[in-house]
């Protein structure tokens, strides 16, 4: 349910991914691959789930987005500014001096961020007590939350996940952008997480899995609305880093890497193609 | 302290629904009764101080005036970035208390000395920063944070000064309370050691030396004109607070007066000094055992010459 007439997700996909790897490109600054990674969400989010209105950003019954893995806050930049939040052209900024769009994503002077985030570990419990919040209102909206999945390494989040299944904040939505890389190496060959899907039931969350680039499927998975008594979801999105350029798929280095010159062309023309 | 922290709050709970009390799991028969009047207004995190933070900060981004409360450094240090980065970059209405400020717990051990935290919680843009010296600045300062907005910190100790409350007074953060005139030197307290400073300072007023004390019951914003002021009408400024000298009331002081280029005519921080403390006993014998008792607030004001 949208405010305004809900967007074709794929097009916002492409264009949030063409935006980032600009901004990336232009700052020299990291984390592309998880951007991408993240990108289909956040467009099937901002484009097809999310009850939000760019008019009033601060609108008491619209749905609350919290980025915890703050270091892909290029791909909210540029979602909220497609979605009209702020202008487009101010995405040049990024990275830049004096600009308010940081490395991290950060609410100071941004209309649309709801939370301000960059160290992991950070966006869930506040995301909780917004879901509490909710819960004690008795208020409508909905709080959803992306994670990384390396974040799922840091204890505040497992503290947060015991408390939200604890007290069944129906209104909560996790949705953790598993990619399978972390930092420097994989997932499973740093901190595994599986099974999972079973840790999170065991802490009494309802567990959907979905393909993360797949637009047809991801609506329904994201779209949850818990009523009240219900336990809060978490959506495990299975996704490639770096999806939607060849040469940084899965690839660890892409993490940090900024695509310049040949490379940024070659990017450029694959995400000019695929939408 | 704490009793009278819990009582007020809950005065102020009845009338203010937005006023949200979480525990992380402590406070056993000092909470329950909150707990029973507002159930809709508290709520035990557990033993999980990231979250209780986080949690606190979404709850006051949605309206909420917060309370966290946890002992020692657990409501601090624990979550120290959760403080940082989610309430006060967020200007939350998220009030941070703990009791047991100082050696309140002495004998449970180093864990349990919370002797770092002004000066690391004032060193956190925006955060105001608040340790009560009697129960009636504690009752005053818990009313005076709900009504302001944003981060602070509340620390409460198991001593007392009691009531040093004149008829009329009022209560205002960030200005020190004038609770003795003197031109010998000028005891600037924090905390709840300031019923160690006014003895100090009744037994040197008995010695003729007359000091002025001033309970600094907050150390930011810092009332640096009375700083100023005791720095020039008085013969030295002495800070005394149950915490390490580096960064808390006495570095405040000093950082305030040279801004200031104002240079008191002798400077003495009473704290702790040289390292952890290693060994255990109740807040008076550590007092004692780590140069803050009465005796060395009093050769503290010998040694600055004893007067204009």
């Known amino acids: 349910m949208t405010v305004n007439k809900p967007l074709d997700t794929?097009?916002?996909?492409?264009?949030?991914?063409?935006h980032a790897l600009r901004m990336t490109s232009i700052g020299g600054s990291s984390h592309i691959g998880s951007v991408f990674s993240m990108a289909d969400i956040i467009a099937v989010l901002y484009g097809a789930v999310l009850s939000v209105d760019p008019n009033r950003p601060?609108?008491?019954?619209?749905?609350?987005?919290?980025?915890?893995?703050?270091?892909?806050?290029?791909?909210v930049y540029a979602a909220l500014a497609l979605r009209g939040f702020f202008p487009e052209s101010?995405?040049?900024?990024?990275?830049?001096d004096g600009s308010h769009l940081s490395g991290?994503?950060?609410?100071?002077?941004?209309?649309?961020?709801?939370f301000s985030t960059g160290s992991l570990g950070h966006g869930l419990p506040v995301a909780g007590g917004m879901a509490l919040a909710a819960k004690l209102d008795d208020a409508k909206h909905r709080v959803f939350c992306v994670l990384s999945d390396g974040e799922c390494d840091e204890g505040s989040n497992w503290e947060a996940i015991l408390f939200a299944g604890h007290h069944k904040l129906h209104s909560l939505v996790a949705v953790v952008d598993y990619n399978k890389i972390q930092s420097l190496k994989p997932v499973a060959e740093t901190i595994g997480l599986e099974p999972f899907a079973d840790k999170?039931?065991?802490?009494?969350?309802?567990?959907?899995?979905?393909?993360?680039h797949d637009h047809d499927a991801l609506p329904a998975a994201l779209d949850v609305r818990g009523k009240p008594g219900d336990a809060p979801t978490v959506v495990l999105?299975?996704?490639?880093?770096?999806?939607?350029?060849?040469?940084?798929?899965?690839?660890?280095?892409?993490?940090?890497?900024?695509?310049?010159?040949?490379?940024?062309?070659?990017?450029?023309?694959?995400l000019s193609d695929a939408s | 302290m704490r009793d009278v922290f819990i009582e007020r709050l809950s005065v102020l709970a009845e009338q203010d629904p937005r006023i949200f009390l979480i525990t992380g799991d402590l406070g056993f028969g000092v909470l329950t009764k909150f707990e029973e009047r507002f159930p809709r207004q508290f709520m035990n995190a557990g033993v999980a101080e990231q979250n209780m933070t986080g949690l606190a900060t979404g709850l006051a981004l949605e309206g909420r005036v917060v309370f966290?409360?946890?002992?020692?450094?657990?409501?601090?240090?624990?979550?120290?970035?959760?403080i940082r980065n989610d309430a006060a970059y967020h200007d939350a209405n998220v009030n941070v208390v703990s009791v047991g400020g100082g050696f309140s717990y002495g004998a449970l051990g180093m864990s349990h000395h919370a002797m770092e935290d002004l000066s690391i919680m004032r060193a956190i843009p925006g955060v105001t920063v608040v340790a009560p010296g009697d129960d009636w600045e504690t009752a005053q300062s818990v009313s005076a944070l709900v009504a302001q907005r944003g981060t602070t910190y509340l620390r409460l100790d198991k001593s007392t000064a009691g009531r040093t409350e004149r008829e009329g007074e009022v209560f205002q953060l960030g200005h020190a309370r004038r609770l003795r005139e003197g031109s010998a030197a000028t005891i600037v307290s924090t905390g709840g050691i300031l019923a160690t400073v006014l003895k100090a300072a009744d037994q040197l007023a008995a010695e003729g030396i007359v000091c002025r004390v001033l309970s600094m019951h907050t150390?930011?914003?810092?009332?640096?004109?009375?700083?100023?002021?005791?720095?020039?009408?008085?013969?030295?400024?002495?800070?005394?607070?149950?915490?390490?000298v580096e960064g808390g009331l006495g570095g405040a002081t000093a950082e305030a007066l040279l801004d200031a280029g104002v240079m008191p005519n002798g400077f003495s921080r009473i704290g702790l000094r040289g390292g952890f403390a290693s060994v255990v006993g109740s807040q008076s014998y550590l007092r004692s055992e780590y140069g803050m008792a009465e005796s060395d607030i009093i050769a503290a004001v010998w040694k600055m010459g004893g007067g204009v």
């Not at chain 1, 991290?104 to 709801?114: F, L, M, Q, R």
């Not at chain 2, 966290?68 to 959760?82: A, H, K, M, V």
């Open chain 1, 104 to 114: 991290h994503v950060s609410h100071k002077g941004i209309p649309g961020v709801e």
């Open chain 1, 10 to 18: 794929r097009t916002l996909a492409g264009q949030i991914r063409r």
């Open chain 1, 200 to 212: 999170w039931r065991a802490f009494g969350w309802n567990v959907v899995e979905v393909d993360g």
């Open chain 2, 68 to 82: 966290t409360y946890s002992i020692g450094n657990f409501p601090t240090l624990r979550c120290l970035e959760q």
């Open chain 2, 219 to 244: 150390i930011k914003p810092l009332d640096t004109e009375s700083l100023i002021a005791a720095a020039r009408e008085t013969g030295g400024i002495v800070t005394v607070e149950e915490h390490v």
């Open chain 1, 90 to 96: 101010k995405l040049a900024t990024h990275y830049q």
């Open chain 1, 58 to 75: 601060d609108w008491p019954d619209r749905d609350r987005f919290v980025l915890s893995k703050g270091h892909a806050g290029a791909g």
């Open chain 1, 237 to 270: 999105a299975h996704t490639i880093k770096g999806k939607g350029v060849s040469f940084m798929e899965h690839s660890v280095l892409w993490h940090y890497r900024t695509a310049r010159d040949a490379e940024f062309d070659a990017a450029l023309l694959e």
